[in-house]
């Protein structure tokens, strides 16, 4: 039997654990730098071990790891200090075209949609429900909110997230590190670090995370 861990013990990491067990994946250890205790996830937590101030007592060896973090910029800060191998988590109701790829450490949620020459790059979340046309390009750490509905040939920059029930029409270029607000229909490209709300959507700020205010 396929065993996992999971880094990550809050409501997203409930949805995952979900997938997991109806793909038979048993899950052996998790993880939490923060752990809330609110969500059902948090049960068999090892703490001490997730700590991202613990970096070298993690035990990167082992089985390979799912990154349970909403957050897009703390989901890249953490793979990039484990040196684990990375399992996916996809829900036996998506649909995932033969000629779509899919990275690794990557979550599908049940009944969203990636159709063909479509590739999604590694430590996404393809939330419920969502939609990924043809031939879309979705960068690593990028979050493809439930319901938001992305159109034929449109390429999400790395880290990127599109909000739920967003609508993003032919051929658009979302840059890296962007919002796109719920419910936003996206008709222009979008510059790097733009949150961009409204029907048609405008940029209401440009904001690099990476660089201090
Ligand atoms: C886009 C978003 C990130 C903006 O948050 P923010 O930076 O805190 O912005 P504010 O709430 O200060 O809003 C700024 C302005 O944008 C407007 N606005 C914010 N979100 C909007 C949206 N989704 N659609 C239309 N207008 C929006 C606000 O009304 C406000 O307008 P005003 O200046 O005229 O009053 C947030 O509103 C949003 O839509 N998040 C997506 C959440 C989501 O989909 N999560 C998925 C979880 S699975």
Redesign the pocket.
């Known amino acids: 039997m396929k065993k996992v861990r999971i880094y990550g013990a809050g409501g997203h990491s409930q949805v995952i654990r979900k997938v997991l067990e109806l793909n038979d994946i048993v899950v052996t250890d998790t993880y939490d730098d923060k752990p809330s205790t609110v969500h059902s996830a948090y049960q068999n937590t090892n703490i001490e071990t997730g700590a991202r101030d613990g970096k070298d007592a993690f035990p990167h060896e082992g089985d390979p790891v799912i990154i349970a973090v ?1 957050n897009n910029l703390q989901r890249a800060e953490i793979a990039e200090f484990l040196k684990s191998t990375f399992e996916k988590a996809i829900h036996p109701s998506s649909i995932i075209a033969e000629s779509a790829i899919v990275g690794e450490g990557t979550v599908v949620f049940a009944g969203a949609i990636i159709q063909p020459n479509t590739t999604v790059g590694k430590h996404v ?1 393809v ?2 429900a969502a939609s990924i046309d043809h031939d879309n390009s979705i960068g690593d750490y990028a ?1 493809i ?2 319901k ?1 509905a992305l159109c034929g040939h449109v390429e999400v920059g790395e880290g990127s ?6 609508v993003v029409i032919p051929k658009i270029k979302i840059g890296k590190w962007c ?6 229909v996206v008709i222009k490209d979008v510059p790097d670090y733009a ?5 048609p959507g405008r940029i ?2 440009i904001n690099n995370p990476f660089v201090s205010q």
């Open positions: 909403g979340i939330n419920t979050h909110s439930p938001a997230h599109v909000g739920v029930g967003a919002t796109i607000g719920a419910g936003t949150t961009v709300v409204g029907n209401i700020k």
